[in-house]
């Protein structure tokens, strides 16, 4: 809900379009490219249920700042840009904590299914979360005010979740001993990725899907709003769109037992596909049509890459390996968005589509090109091979 009321409360503010669009998403994640590898340190080093709370309730400050000023009627575009990268700061810690808590949850052998149903819920709230904030806004009048009331419900919901933490029985985690503090500790995940010639590949691929591909809140907005003339409830719909197809992709990522690469770069290629053909789109309905289909193919190759690269890790790296990788398919996103907000203000909101699905699919040329050099260099492995079962986690 915040990100479609944001996105428009940028859109309210006179003056402001695609371009402004952008540099407000690429502040959100600017930070994610800065400082998740550090934060991944961090996440091997201290409990990570306890730093889970102290990065949403700094989420939940940021949000809250942003509603109050947006519902006063007095925001302007320096004020999101500045809020937005709080939020990113708040959320650069929580991603790789909260991406290496679930394997802590459950333990190894559930991994690939808790990843799945851990996105499933995450996709319900997409589905319901933007046409519920299009709809809001547009009930309370469609102005500034209006999605600062919506960013404000945000801010009330980490109460929730930082509450649930708290409630849970630390003696039923499956946590590895925390890491002591030691010079090079990301120097030596950095290391212990080059030596994996599967991992590189895969973050080579979610490298260039979230650099090119994942912008779907800038691309939606340009399209409902400069293509097919839409209003804040047409593109909140866009985004439950999405959703329908990622919660279908994480249902059927719940009962996955193994992940095989070939699905990684399957879902790849069929994610670049898909944007490619929605760019083409001719009308609203049709467009719409393909985002499930977007939806359903981003979430099989971000679950699919998420839950190898759990597996895979070693235990005590598992927090910097899952850092890198958020840095990568979240990091990027503040190099593309600016690109892609360009893109559509100088050739097109369809263009954005079109550009992007197809440096997604090149993407997955370069990243098999990465894989045969890594293992060159270091030890073979089959493409078909399975992840392997890593050493159970200590208590």
């Not at 990268?85 to 991994?111: C, I, K, W, Y």
């Not at 839409?230 to 919660?247: N, Q, Y």
Request: net charge positive; proline share 5%; hydrophobic share 50%.
């Amino acid at each position: 809900m915040q990100r479609v009321a944001q996105d428009w409360l940028v859109l309210t503010i006179p003056g402001n379009g695609g371009a402004e669009l952008g540099i407000t998403t690429g502040l959100q994640f600017l930070p994610v490219l800065l400082l998740s590898p550090y934060a991944g340190v961090i996440a091997d080093r201290f409990p990570k249920r306890r730093m889970l709370q102290l990065t949403q309730a700094t989420m939940a400050l940021a949000a809250l700042g942003l509603g109050l000023i947006a519902a006063s009627g007095h925001a302007q575009t320096w004020h999101v840009y500045a809020l937005a990268l709080a939020f990113g700061v708040g959320s650069a810690f929580d991603a790789p904590a909260r991406q290496a808590f679930v394997s802590e949850m459950v333990g190894p052998a559930d991994v690939t299914n808790a990843v799945g149903l851990n996105s499933a819920a995450f996709n319900t709230a997409r589905l319901l979360g933007p046409a519920l904030a299009g709809l809001m806004i547009g009930a309370l009048g469609g102005g500034m005010r209006a999605t600062g009331w919506v960013i404000l419900l945000n801010a009330l919901s980490y109460l929730a979740v930082i509450a649930q933490l708290e409630r849970m029985d630390v003696t039923r985690l499956h946590a590895p001993r925390p890491v002591a503090r030691q010079p090079g500790m990301l120097r030596e995940g950095v290391a212990y990725l080059r030596t994996q010639p599967k991992m590189m590949m895969i973050l080579v691929v979610v490298f260039f899907a979230g650099t090119f591909g994942m912008n779907f809140q800038l691309t939606s907005a340009l399209m409902a709003t400069e293509v097919f003339g839409k209003g804040a409830g047409e593109f909140g719909l866009l985004g439950s769109a999405l959703a329908v197809g990622s919660l279908s992709g994480a249902l059927l990522a719940a009962g996955r037992v193994r992940v095989r690469l070939r699905l990684i770069l399957g879902a790849a290629i069929a994610f670049g596909a898909a944007e490619i053909v929605a760019g083409l789109m001719p009308t609203y309905a049709t467009f719409m049509l393909v985002c499930p289909l977007i939806g359903l193919s981003t979430i099989t190759l971000l679950n699919s890459a998420n839950a190898t690269l759990q597996v895979e890790a070693d235990p005590a790296l598992r927090g910097r390996v899952m850092a890198l990788y958020m840095t990568i398919v979240m990091g990027g996103t503040p190099l593309g968005s600016p690109v892609v907000g360009w893109i559509g203000e100088t050739y097109g909101a369809r263009w954005t589509l079109v550009l992007g699905g197809t440096l997604v699919i090149a993407g997955v040329g370069l990243a098999l090109l990465v894989r045969s050099v890594t293992e060159r260099s270091g030890r073979p492995e089959g493409v078909d091979e399975g992840p392997r079962e890593p050493a159970m986690m200590h208590r």
